[in-house]
């Protein structure tokens, strides 16, 4: 889920009404991270989890980078309309995920996950050492193995319907969009590991959906962003809940990886050209001033709307409140099925 | 579903079963129309149905065709190879769906479907006067809509996974791709007709998730392409089970609109080229000679390969053993279903 949307008060809010809420911690620093963890724990004694991004940082330092004229051309444009400083071109960015792994191990949450690919034997074993439990993010039912393969204790299979980042580290993006409705129950024959279902599930019909299809579990992460607690702009989450699905896209114009958001203006300058996007995570980098002005500014043109394709079954509610309209209509699909059966 | 593979036996043998069997009459004269019709009625007395294209004509007449000789060299190539004479570029087709009606009104089957748009006034006037059902595909909510305002009976939910053609009529082809998890209950929510699922589904858990998410019934497409009775070439069958589904692809390649089928060299050829394609029908007449040539000999290489991202579920049945089966597959998931809740 994205950055600043995990609040302490959400995960804490979503842990205390029988979920598991988790801290998005990938774009933390070990510091934040040691925080995060700390202040949920004063807010529940429930179980929660955090997750971090598992690779997708060696690309950038391995492959060549493409010309970035067209990059920094279109966000100068950008900048200037904003009153911005000029882009410049980020350094090379090492990949933080050893030290937000140490401040984790020091202050060690019941789950953790991961996504962009699997960590790696020294990890997974320290994990394991703190009693941590592991769940890695599959794409693709090959990649479904590759995690059960590596020890993971369950498994997000993610469809294709899901918001923001994709999870996708052994398949081309584009041909690792399987809707969730054919590949849960693909990736729960393949694997004996619990599969969470994840893509396209914003209420208890979709909850009980997937429980149908093999699922143990329901990840959710648009339903979210729209909570009261969440850290999401204001003007984010009023585009979740009012733009059709069709208009949602799956782009690497935000962040170097493809990842599903709500069609806006820096979105359409891109338009058959998003191979000229930076790797992940400079894209990221260099877009990252446009994204906080915008946001500060409540400026929906310039900013990274992630969002599923069931955004507008997302509502303004509490968490709390949604946990317990989750409950509930999870027990009215579950009266109509069996009036049905 | 595919042109040849609804034989009389495959659609009988699922009405007698319970379900209601299909003719897919697109690609159908409107005297086949009515052989079609009369050897069903002699093989079961149970409700029964026709699917046809309604729409899709029109643009290749009224629009600028693309420069054909990307298309031409390459299937020279192939043909040349098969031992096929040289391709030629079709003339402009008139648009047979004023003729097909005709051969269903004279004997009316109890269920009308179509796809590519909605069929006009006079049409649907004429469907109702003779008592057929009427149920339209919708890729969108605002599909749905549409549909419903020109009044059909049902509306199929066409979700992301589907094999073969997409149904999209109202939005971008390639905006339209939105998951069955998420379509089907933004579709029930928004219109007051019965919604049939479809997409990604292909065994009893996917028809109670379904169920769940608010659909009515389901439709099955490359589930029963692999029966026995199926007119669908062996080989084209061993593909279906034996492909992942990120191995399956949406390609203009065939037809010249968008659907989904199984990787072979003859998509790899369109690689990045698709924009190149003719447009509909005339793509689709273009590449008949090597697609027939290709089904008689089970050269998978330049055949479409129709399949959805749930083929690895399909199996090798017969239609009434596998009726019976996902009969069964639905009880035992009710059954853990109400264990779990």
């Not at 994990?127 to 020890?151: M, N």
Request: glycine share 10%.
């Amino acid at each position: 889920m994205a950055g600043g949307a995990t609040t302490p008060e959400l995960v804490a809010a979503v842990s205390n009404a029988g979920g598991l809420g988790m801290i998005a911690g990938a774009y933390l620093t070990a510091d934040q991270i040691a925080d995060s963890l700390s202040r949920v724990r004063t807010l529940t004694s429930k179980p929660f989890g955090i997750n971090l991004f598992a690779g997708g940082y060696a690309s950038h330092q391995r492959d060549p980078v493409p010309d970035p004229s067209f990059a920094l051309n279109l966000l100068s444009g950008i900048h200037s309309e904003m009153g911005l400083p000029a882009p410049t071109l980020p350094d090379p960015i090492a990949d933080p995920f050893a030290d937000q792994l140490a401040a984790i191990l020091a202050d060690p949450p019941p789950i953790f996950s991961f996504t962009f690919g699997i960590p790696d034997r020294h990890a997974l074993d320290a994990l394991a050492r703190h009693d941590i439990l592991t769940i890695g993010t599959a794409t693709t039912v090959h990649e479904g193995k590759l995690l059960e393969a590596a020890g993971v204790d369950a498994i997000v299979a993610q469809g294709s319907e899901a918001g923001a980042h994709r999870g996708t580290f052994a398949a081309p993006f584009a041909s690792a969009m399987i809707g969730t409705m054919a590949l849960v129950p693909q990736v729960v024959d393949a694997v004996g590991v619990p599969v969470i279902a994840s893509g396209g599930i914003a209420d208890g019909r979709g909850i009980i959906a997937a429980l149908a299809l093999g699922a143990t579990a329901v990840q959710m992460g648009t339903a979210f962003l729209t909570c009261t607690e969440s850290g999401t702009t204001p003007v984010h989450k009023q585009a979740i809940r009012s733009t059709p699905a069709e208009l949602t896209t799956v782009t690497r114009a935000f962040s170097g990886r493809p990842a599903r958001g709500i069609e806006n203006d820096y979105l359409r300058a891109w338009y058959a050209q998003e191979e000229r996007a930076l790797p992940f995570p400079l894209q990221n980098e260099l877009t990252r001033p446009m994204r906080s002005a915008a946001s500060r500014r409540g400026d929906t043109r310039y900013l990274s709307l992630w969002c599923g394709q069931a955004g507008p079954l997302a509502r303004d509610l509490s968490a709390t409140d949604l946990m317990r309209q989750l409950v509930s209509e999870m027990r009215d699909t579950q009266e109509r099925l069996h009036g049905e059966g």
